[in-house]
Protein backbone atom coordinates (compact mmCIF):
# COMPACT_ATOMS: atom_id res chain seq x y z
CA UNK A 1 0.00 0.00 0.00
CA UNK A 2 2.42 2.58 1.12
CA UNK A 3 4.30 1.86 -2.10
CA UNK A 4 1.65 2.39 -4.19
CA UNK A 5 0.82 5.34 -2.55
CA UNK A 6 4.22 6.31 -3.56
CA UNK A 7 4.13 5.36 -6.86
CA UNK A 8 0.79 7.63 -7.48
CA UNK A 9 2.62 10.48 -5.76
CA UNK A 10 5.39 10.19 -8.32
CA UNK A 11 3.48 9.69 -11.25
CA UNK A 12 1.31 13.24 -9.90
CA UNK A 13 4.80 15.06 -9.78
CA UNK A 14 5.73 13.97 -12.91
CA UNK A 15 2.44 14.52 -14.88
CA UNK A 16 2.46 18.56 -13.03
CA UNK A 17 6.21 19.05 -14.15
CA UNK A 18 5.29 17.91 -17.96
CA UNK A 19 2.00 20.12 -18.03
CA UNK A 20 4.22 23.22 -16.34
CA UNK A 21 7.03 22.56 -19.01
CA UNK A 22 4.51 22.43 -21.48
CA UNK A 23 2.87 25.38 -20.51
CA UNK A 24 6.39 26.97 -20.44
CA UNK A 25 7.27 26.22 -23.68
CA UNK A 26 4.51 27.63 -25.13
CA UNK A 27 2.83 30.66 -25.45
CA UNK A 28 1.39 32.95 -22.53
CA UNK A 29 -0.95 34.77 -24.68
CA UNK A 30 -2.57 31.46 -26.17
CA UNK A 31 -1.91 29.19 -23.19
CA UNK A 32 -3.93 31.54 -20.74
CA UNK A 33 -7.28 30.35 -19.59
CA UNK A 34 -10.44 32.78 -20.92
CA UNK A 35 -11.06 33.44 -17.41
CA UNK A 36 -8.57 36.33 -17.76
CA UNK A 37 -6.63 38.92 -19.55
CA UNK A 38 -3.34 40.65 -19.87
CA UNK A 39 -3.05 44.24 -18.99
CA UNK A 40 0.35 46.33 -19.36
CA UNK A 41 2.07 46.71 -16.03
CA UNK A 42 5.38 48.97 -16.97
CA UNK A 43 8.54 46.55 -17.99
CA UNK A 44 5.86 43.47 -18.29
CA UNK A 45 2.06 41.92 -19.35
CA UNK A 46 -0.05 41.37 -16.28
CA UNK A 47 -2.60 38.12 -16.44
CA UNK A 48 -5.65 39.14 -14.18
CA UNK A 49 -9.10 37.84 -13.60
CA UNK A 50 -11.58 40.10 -12.59
CA UNK A 51 -15.05 39.69 -11.11
CA UNK A 52 -17.85 41.41 -9.52
CA UNK A 53 -19.46 45.19 -11.27
CA UNK A 54 -17.28 47.34 -12.60
CA UNK A 55 -18.49 50.27 -10.06
CA UNK A 56 -17.85 48.62 -7.28
CA UNK A 57 -15.46 48.96 -4.41
CA UNK A 58 -12.40 47.27 -5.62
CA UNK A 59 -10.61 44.59 -3.99
CA UNK A 60 -7.36 43.44 -5.33
CA UNK A 61 -5.78 40.35 -4.55
CA UNK A 62 -2.16 38.58 -4.64
CA UNK A 63 -0.51 35.30 -4.34
CA UNK A 64 2.18 34.02 -2.77
CA UNK A 65 5.05 31.76 -4.33
CA UNK A 66 4.20 29.38 -7.20
CA UNK A 67 0.48 30.01 -6.83
CA UNK A 68 -1.66 32.41 -9.55
CA UNK A 69 -4.53 34.94 -9.78
CA UNK A 70 -7.25 31.57 -9.73
CA UNK A 71 -5.96 30.72 -5.69
CA UNK A 72 -8.86 33.54 -5.08
CA UNK A 73 -11.67 32.57 -6.94
CA UNK A 74 -13.72 31.18 -4.24
CA UNK A 75 -13.27 34.28 -2.27
CA UNK A 76 -13.60 36.61 -5.12
CA UNK A 77 -17.04 35.32 -6.55
CA UNK A 78 -18.34 35.69 -2.59
CA UNK A 79 -17.08 38.91 -2.58
CA UNK A 80 -18.51 39.87 -6.45
CA UNK A 81 -21.57 38.62 -5.55
CA UNK A 82 -21.91 41.09 -2.75
CA UNK A 83 -21.01 44.03 -4.86
CA UNK A 84 -17.12 44.21 -4.78
CA UNK A 85 -15.00 44.44 -8.22
CA UNK A 86 -12.42 41.78 -7.57
CA UNK A 87 -8.86 42.14 -9.24
CA UNK A 88 -6.68 39.13 -9.11
CA UNK A 89 -3.42 39.52 -10.26
CA UNK A 90 -0.44 37.12 -11.25
CA UNK A 91 2.44 38.53 -9.72
CA UNK A 92 5.42 38.00 -12.04
CA UNK A 93 7.25 35.36 -12.55
CA UNK A 94 4.54 33.51 -11.69
CA UNK A 95 1.10 32.21 -13.16
CA UNK A 96 0.81 33.37 -16.83
CA UNK A 97 2.11 36.97 -16.14
CA UNK A 98 5.29 37.91 -18.18
CA UNK A 99 8.68 37.35 -16.67
CA UNK A 100 10.60 41.20 -16.67
CA UNK A 101 13.69 41.05 -19.01
CA UNK A 102 15.64 42.64 -16.16
CA UNK A 103 14.49 39.82 -13.44
CA UNK A 104 14.22 42.13 -11.12
CA UNK A 105 11.78 40.93 -8.57
CA UNK A 106 12.35 43.17 -5.92
CA UNK A 107 9.62 44.62 -3.44
CA UNK A 108 9.85 48.10 -5.25
CA UNK A 109 9.62 46.60 -8.66
CA UNK A 110 6.55 44.32 -7.85
CA UNK A 111 5.05 47.00 -6.84
CA UNK A 112 5.58 49.53 -9.32
CA UNK A 113 4.06 46.58 -11.31
CA UNK A 114 1.08 46.28 -9.14
CA UNK A 115 0.57 49.60 -9.72
CA UNK A 116 0.79 50.26 -13.10
CA UNK A 117 -1.63 47.35 -13.79
CA UNK A 118 -4.33 48.99 -11.73
CA UNK A 119 -3.30 52.38 -13.55
CA UNK A 120 -3.94 50.50 -16.83
CA UNK A 121 -7.83 49.63 -15.25
CA UNK A 122 -8.36 52.83 -14.20
CA UNK A 123 -8.34 51.93 -10.45
CA UNK A 124 -8.14 55.04 -8.07
CA UNK A 125 -8.62 53.53 -4.76
CA UNK A 126 -8.42 49.87 -3.89
CA UNK A 127 -8.51 47.71 -0.89
CA UNK A 128 -4.99 45.30 -0.54
CA UNK A 129 -5.18 41.30 0.18
CA UNK A 130 -1.79 39.77 -0.24
CA UNK A 131 -1.26 36.14 0.76
CA UNK A 132 2.64 35.17 1.50
CA UNK A 133 5.84 36.43 -0.23
CA UNK A 134 2.50 38.64 -2.23
CA UNK A 135 2.49 40.95 1.33
CA UNK A 136 5.99 42.30 0.49
CA UNK A 137 5.23 44.06 -2.80
CA UNK A 138 1.47 44.83 -1.29
CA UNK A 139 3.05 46.56 1.31
CA UNK A 140 5.19 48.55 -0.57
CA UNK A 141 2.92 49.72 -2.90
CA UNK A 142 0.68 50.58 0.32
CA UNK A 143 3.53 52.42 1.19
CA UNK A 144 4.19 54.54 -1.86
CA UNK A 145 0.26 55.06 -2.74
CA UNK A 146 -1.36 55.38 0.71
CA UNK A 147 -3.79 57.58 -0.95
CA UNK A 148 -5.15 55.32 -3.28
CA UNK A 149 -5.00 52.46 -0.42
CA UNK A 150 -8.48 52.44 1.78
CA UNK A 151 -7.01 48.84 3.57
CA UNK A 152 -4.62 45.50 3.82
CA UNK A 153 -5.12 42.63 4.40
CA UNK A 154 -2.12 40.10 4.95
CA UNK A 155 -2.57 36.29 5.11
CA UNK A 156 0.27 34.59 5.89
CA UNK A 157 1.88 37.40 5.52
CA UNK A 158 5.95 37.36 4.29
CA UNK A 159 7.15 40.31 4.66
CA UNK A 160 11.25 40.15 5.65
CA UNK A 161 11.16 43.58 6.49
CA UNK A 162 14.72 43.69 7.96
CA UNK A 163 14.96 43.91 4.27
CA UNK A 164 16.08 46.74 1.96
CA UNK A 165 12.57 46.51 -0.32
CA UNK A 166 14.41 47.55 -3.67
CA UNK A 167 17.10 44.65 -2.59
CA UNK A 168 16.76 42.10 -5.22
CA UNK A 169 16.51 38.28 -4.49
CA UNK A 170 20.01 36.69 -3.77
CA UNK A 171 21.78 34.16 -6.17
CA UNK A 172 19.33 31.19 -4.80
CA UNK A 173 16.07 32.69 -4.83
CA UNK A 174 16.66 34.38 -8.27
CA UNK A 175 17.65 30.96 -9.66
CA UNK A 176 14.34 29.75 -8.34
CA UNK A 177 12.68 32.51 -9.74
CA UNK A 178 14.27 32.10 -13.30
CA UNK A 179 13.81 28.21 -13.44
CA UNK A 180 11.97 26.69 -15.77
CA UNK A 181 11.83 23.57 -14.41
CA UNK A 182 10.78 24.58 -11.00
CA UNK A 183 7.70 26.72 -12.62
Given at each position: ?????????????????????????????????????????????????????????????????????????????????????????????????????????????????????????????????????????????ALTNSERVSA???????????????????????????????R
Amino acid sequence: ALLGLGLLICIGVVAFRVAGQMREDGDELSDAPSTGRFVAAEDVEIFLQELGPADGPVLVFTHGAGAWSEAWRSAMEVLAKAGYRCVSLDVPPFGFSRRPNNADYSAVAQARRLGAALDTLKVKRFALVAHSIGSRPAMELALTNSERVSAVVLVSAALSLDQDPSAKPGAFASTLLNSRFLR
